[in-house]
């Protein structure tokens, strides 16, 4: 009940900052979290009990053989040397219990990845970069980033299958509301799904350290309504859908266009076909910018776009070094990109 009360008030958003909210494994939203929930409740069972009866012992021991005040002896206590009972029952006792714990995990592991897709599946291509997400949609013909959009499973038969990839080192997908962590490997494919029966954001992030801005590398997963999902999606797969007659959208299109941002940001429709950074057709759909590291607005976007480096030390995107009327040039055709 504790650990409950504490996690809420960990999961609650201070207004102002971003939403860096603490994972919670023990308020699982779909089958794999529910899964691994139950192996975390034996596991931290069983170590309670285990951490009970050492602290017991120890208190018991340090009470009992303390030195009594009347005690003048300069004897030393007698000593034992070995008790084929203990050793025998301090080896097997642990032996049992890890391979209880083996067994256990192995079995929800298995269920997991041996699970067969249900009818309706919707399949995500996650590919890890330093320090971002980029989400492909195979089947939908789009591109996101830094957070997923899935549909509810409503009907019991919804899932999302995760294609989990890499395009530098080692990332590890991990939300934990919904899912265990697995690793995203370079020049390996490795699976995992979720089937969150709730709506509303789940947060996530990368669980394997990465480089500097690894615990900036947040994620989120947007969990909708099948029609409000559709409807997002139909919008992603739409080009960029500039608004030109803006004179300042325009000259900022001129600008970003000019510039090296269309040889790292792609923007369809236009000639930025760049895929080193986040897609940017559809920008402002999104929440945040930088893996979660600010909340989207036109503040943020424009000191991000000035220098990343400021709220990301180390990330791939230099400054691009514009003038104030360029950046905001810029900054307004950005905020054309819904
Ligand atoms: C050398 C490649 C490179 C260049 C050049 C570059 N960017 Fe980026 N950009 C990135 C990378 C990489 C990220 C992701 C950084 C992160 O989150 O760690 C990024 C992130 C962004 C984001 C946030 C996107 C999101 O969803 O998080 C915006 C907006 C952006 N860049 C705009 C621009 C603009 C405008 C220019 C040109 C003035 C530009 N970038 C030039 C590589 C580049
Ligand atoms: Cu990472």
Not at 49 to 59: E, Q
Not at 69 to 90: F, K, R
Not at 102 to 107: D, F, M
């Amino acid at each position: 009940m504790f650990v409950h009360a504490l996690l809420a008030l960990l999961q609650t958003h201070v207004p102002g900052l971003p939403e860096y909210r603490i994972a919670n494994i023990f308020n699982p939203q779909a089958t794999p979290g529910e899964l691994e929930r139950h192996i975390a409740n034996l596991t931290l069972g069983i170590t309670a009990i285990i951490f009970v009866a050492v602290g017991a012992l120890i208190v018991y021991t340090i009470w009992k053989f303390r030195r009594k005040p009347d005690d003048e002896s300069q004897h030393e206590p007698p000593q034992v040397y070995g008790s084929n009972q203990i050793e025998i029952a301090w080896t097997v006792i642990p032996i049992l219990i890890v391979f209880i714990l083996i067994g256990v995990s192995a079995r929800v592991i298995a269920g997991i990845q041996n699970a067969s897709p249900p009818r309706s599946t919707l399949k995500v291509r996650l590919v890890g970069h330093q320090w971002w997400w980029e989400v492909q949609y195979p089947d939908l013909k789009m591109k996101t980033a830094n957070e997923i959009h899935i549909p509810v499973n409503a009907d019991g038969h919804t899932a999302t299958y995760l294609q989990l990839e890499s395009q530098d080192v080692i990332h590890s997908f991990w939300v934990p509301q919904l899912a265990g962590k697995t690793d995203l490997i370079p020049n390996r494919v490795n699976y995992t799904w979720i089937d969150p029966k709730k709506t509303g954001t789940f947060f996530g992030n990368c669980a394997e350290y990465c480089g500097t801005q690894h615990a900036n590398m947040l994620l989120r997963v947007v969990v909708q309504p099948r029609n409000d999902f559709k409807a997002w999606a139909a919008e992603q797969a739409q080009p960029a859908d500039a608004n030109a007659q803006d004179a300042k959208v325009a000259q900022g299109k001129a600008v970003f266009e000019s510039l090296a941002c269309i040889n790292c940001h792609t923007v369809n429709g236009t000639i930025a076909t760049g895929v080193f950074g986040p897609d940017l057709t559809h920008l402002m759909s999104r929440q945040t910018i930088g893996a979660g590291v600010l909340d989207l607005n036109h503040k943020n976007l424009r000191d991000w776009v000035n220098d990343p480096q400021q709220a990301k030390p180390g990330c791939l995107m230099p400054s691009m070094k514009l003038t104030d009327p360029e950046l905001d040039q810029v900054v307004s055709y950005l905020e054309s990109l819904h």
